[in-house]
DNA sequence: GTCTATACACAGATAGAC
DNA sequence: GTCTATCTGTGTATAGAC
């Protein structure tokens, strides 16, 4: 019997590489998965440094605030979207189904391999001051207009069609994004697969 | 330019019918509005009350604590969304692509109607201990399984095709919830067209 | 019903010893 | 590098006056 409702189903805290080294990359860790599980406002700078068996104030030594540190891992987790998504349109072909199956891809493959890290970047940014989440949203207003670029060039060409492409875009990539939440290692569904059958019904959606 | 990344796009709190007499339903919409936009966690209890113009210490006549407050909203909102569906699912036909579609118009609605609630239920409800999220468990699980069941007929009833129908209703699941942190009124979206434009896109997915 | 006052715990952050 | 100690603000919650 579950007997709480948790925000995601992912015990582990991954980074993309390369990991800062030593004891900055220790604590971006452990504040990740506490930040991804309590939230950056139910998680005290002791308890992270309790993760790691060290007292509050020596988390001060690597990051100036607690907020700089949230800052740190939300800009890791655009930027590591964006690049991926940026990746799969530019190795791609110029067919627009097979631009939005490679961006689907991408974008679903990021929320399972990541999802602590998606999760932050998407649902605690709200905590950050203007300017600290500025870089952030430069790369996600770029993300955003790769998805409807792309749908747009099939729509132009004929080959999608959708009464909105602003609902089509949104389906698509929320169905994405809540794989962050779902995902989880032991429940045996190969991340390739999943990237592969979400992409499908991203095409399935446009194309009907 | 955006300067924030807010979780969710909404600026009313709106609670369904019948909202409790008096200050005990002013203190649950102040409240919701503040979780939905702040977290559980990022909001203080004086903070509610000063929405109200009311001190910290008035709250505690009308509910015996913050968290309680909480559990009565996430209890709220899963209430509200599990009456939907089951009301969809009764008033419906037999054939299961009229199924699907009710029960993912009925999804889309209340995540369009009550963005607020519908998040702090999905996003806040961690922060409640056992005790106090046990009741919206139960419905919870009812309603995936409402989900998961229609498919599974229009399945058996050779209507529907898909490889995983865990992954196909996660995704049609998931691109609803999405609804409550991007639809605000002003889009000038009319919800009944959102919800008919979603419950399109899941018999898509179901049946290619 | 609403206030002031307050108890008590814990938060983020800093200073300086070892 | 890590510690203890501490400053200062704020948090939840309660008691009792008006």
Sequence with gaps: MITSLPRLQAEEAALPDPIPDGSKGRILVAALRLFAKQGFHGTSIRAIGAELGLKAGNLYLYFESKEKLLAELVRLGHEAHHRRLRR???SGSADPIEQVKAIVRAHVRVHAEYP??????????HALSPELIEPSLVLRRE???????????????????????????????????RVASWYRPDLG????ELAETYAQFAIRILQP
């Design 143 to 177: 993300s955003v207009a790769i998805f409807t670029e792309v749908v747009q060039r099939g729509i132009d060409q004929g080959i999608f069609h959708v009464s909105s492409i602003f609902l089509a875009t949104t389906a698509i990539s929320g169905m994405g994004m």
């Design 189 to 192: 569904i190969d991340i390739a």
């Design 88 to 90: 799969a349109l530019i």
């Design 116 to 125: 602590m890290l998606a999760y932050v970047a998407n649902y605690e940014a």
